[in-house]
């Protein structure tokens, strides 16, 4: 048990009290100060600064006149309230439970943190005037809870830069490092950054001081995605029913915030990609998301996260069941309907609806069985045209089949070969000239289709004719590549033989 604890400060993080009380004791080891605090060596939450472990042990070796509890710790002490402002009640305790005892459990993790594109600051920030302010009025200084928000860049009291200091907040090695002349100074930093950029993040810091100091409020996700739901619909960035005007939603955003702003808050937006964090960010998923996204979220939508942990009730995405009872006389829209069918008598229900083309749809929709008594099905059949003198079409087609046999066997090139499919794409026709009603005509594509055999014969002397034309040396192979037919058929070899020796 110790004997004594430092006056502790307001939102002043228990990592800055140990700090303190370090420095009072005079102590230079580590691991003895991590035990004599809480009976352990190198487990207390330095595991974490934000994030403190094993705070029951803590409060145990406290004086017995303290009365400082572990939840007063964790609630005013730690990041807790601002990392499990969003998460629901359940998660929230388990968060806490986890830095009551020593269970090992990474609490980053817990929070989202681990996973998190939007990550904490690698170092302990401070406001340089607040700096100056405690040294002049306390004569020490300590570390605040406020400068480590993700996302913070302005002080909202002295609306300064916060800067960083010289202790390195993500290495547990670290030792335990007063906020003193020695980490901080209460030199101004440059504030190069436009009047836009400064409003944006001030107004950001005041919805982040609330969750910090205020909210002890949990709501479920599904509870928040709704709320969103309903704030979209309002400001016309949703449907009736729920469903997001997703590109317009991001332009809207993308317009709100200035692209440099973004960056800076760890949250930039790519229109074009599919998985953007906007995107996904109100789906109903059990994905944790940062609270300083959700506060981007709700400051694009000019809401106070103070509306959103108030509200009780939320609708989100509901069924929109639509009005279609009709808004004119139902007589009055017959009387035209049956005006439309006695001007166009002749006209079938397709013609109807083309020259009616918002009246069908109305009588369709809300007057359907009248309008199946009263339209008629079909239209006046036209006569018949005349049947196909077939007789007459034969002896036609075929003075054509003799004209086209007659110019594929005088085509230039390789021959092609006599057979009815090429005979008609020479005459240009369709496949009714196949038709069986053309006996004449088909009797004649019998006569003159050529077998495979003697197609084969004419394709080689063509071969041999061209060679000799042009003074080629004769050989099987080559007739055999110059007539097409590849090297390898020894039955067309044969055959080129024979006539080759003719």
């Not at 599919?274 to 506060?295: D, G, T, Y």
Request: hydrophobic residues 35%.
């Amino acid at each position: 048990m110790i004997n004594f604890l430092p006056l502790i400060y307001q939102d002043e993080l228990l990592f800055s009290i140990v700090c303190r009380y370090k420095q009072m004791c005079g102590m230079l080891s580590k691991r003895a100060l991590e035990w004599d605090l809480f009976k352990i060596y190198n487990r207390m939450g330095r595991k974490s600064v934000l994030f403190p472990q094993n705070l029951s042990a803590f409060i145990a070796n406290l004086p017995p006149a303290s009365k400082l509890s572990v939840q007063e710790v964790i609630l005013n002490h730690t990041m807790y309230p601002f990392y499990t402002a969003f998460l629901s009640r359940e998660k929230s305790d388990l968060v806490f439970n986890g830095m009551v005892k020593e269970n090992g459990k990474s609490i980053e993790t817990m929070v989202g943190m681990a996973g998190s594109k939007v990550k904490s600051d690698n170092y302990l920030k401070y406001c340089p005037l607040c700096f100056k302010e405690d040294m002049e009025k306390l004569g020490e200084s300590y570390w605040r809870r406020l400068p480590q928000i993700p996302g913070a860049l302005y002080c909202p009291k002295h609306q300064v830069l916060f800067k960083n200091s010289n202790v390195v907040i993500t290495d547990s090695r670290n030792d335990f490092l007063c906020a003193d002349e020695e980490t901080c100074n209460a030199d101004l930093t440059e504030d190069f950054y436009s009047n836009q950029v400064r409003e944006l993040n001030l107004k950001y810091m005041e919805n982040a001081s609330y969750l910090l100091f205020r909210n002890q409020a949990r709501k479920e996700l599904s509870f928040i995605i709704k709320f969103y739901i309903d704030k979209l619909r309002k400001k016309g960035f949703a449907s009736k029913g729920g469903t997001l005007y997703i590109a317009k939603l991001l332009e809207a955003f993308s317009y709100f915030y200035p692209s440099g702003y973004l960056e800076l808050m760890q949250s930039s937006i790519d229109v074009k990609q599919e998985a953007n964090w906007l995107r996904l960010f109100v789906r109903n998923n059990n994905k944790n998301r940062s609270p300083l996204r959700h506060i981007l979220f709700l400051q694009f939508l000019e809401i106070g996260v103070e509306e959103l942990f108030e509200s009780n009730t939320a609708i989100g995405k509901r069924a929109v069941v639509g009005n279609r009872m009709p808004s004119y006389s139902i007589g009055e829209k017959r009387r035209e309907w049956l005006k439309l069918i006695e001007a166009n008598p002749e006209a079938n229900r397709s013609e109807l609806k083309r020259l009616g083309k918002g009246l069908h749809t109305w009588i369709y929709a809300h007057d359907k069985d009248w309008y199946d008594e009263v339209t008629p099905k079909t239209k006046i059949r036209k006569e018949k045209t005349e049947t196909v003198d077939w007789e007459k079409r034969d002896e036609t087609c075929l003075v054509l089949a003799k004209k086209a046999v007659e110019k594929l066997l005088h085509t230039e090139g390789k021959p092609i070969r006599i057979v009815p499919s090429n005979i008609r794409r020479t005459i240009g026709v369709k496949r009714w000239f196949l038709n069986d009603n053309l006996v004449k005509t088909q009797q004649y594509l019998k006569e003159v289709t050529e077998d495979i055999e003697s197609y084969r014969v004419r394709k080689i002397k063509w071969a041999i004719d061209e060679m000799n034309k042009n003074g080629e040396r004769l050989t099987v192979y080559k007739i055999q590549l110059k007539a097409g037919f590849g090297g390898g058929n020894k039955k067309i070899k044969s055959l080129i033989q024979y006539i080759s020796e003719k």
